[in-house]
């Protein structure tokens, strides 16, 4: 069975995403991260041979959320990126990459 989201608290102090999953798992994962691995075709293209490099992101803060259905959230960051849509699965990867 697939880990859910039992809580998604934004850190601004530690610029930081905090997800927490119902299988005990625990994640800081830091903003800049969220945005240079943003899920959207303007970072990952739509190809893997597109992905952009994302630099200079190293204060980005995260200033909105919105969910997505049942599946998702789309973040909102401060330098104006809102496109990417991150799922359950895609935050739970990104905090296993972030230990």
Do not use: C
Not at 63 to 72: D, F, N
Request: proline share 6%; hydrophobic share 35%; net charge negative.
């Amino acid at each position: 069975m697939r880990p859910w989201p039992t809580e998604l608290r934004f850190s601004k102090s530690d610029k930081a995403l905090v997800a927490r999953f119902d299988n005990e798992a625990e994640f800081s994962i830091p903003f800049e991260t969220l945005r240079v691995e943003s899920p959207s075709a303007e970072v990952q293209g739509h190809s893997p041979d597109q992905k952009v490099t994302v630099t200079g992101k190293e204060n980005v803060l995260v200033t909105g959320a919105e969910p997505v259905g049942r599946y998702a959230v789309r973040l909102i960051f401060d330098d104006g990126h809102d496109s990417g849509l991150f799922t359950w699965d895609y935050l739970y990867a990104l905090g296993e990459a972030s230990r």
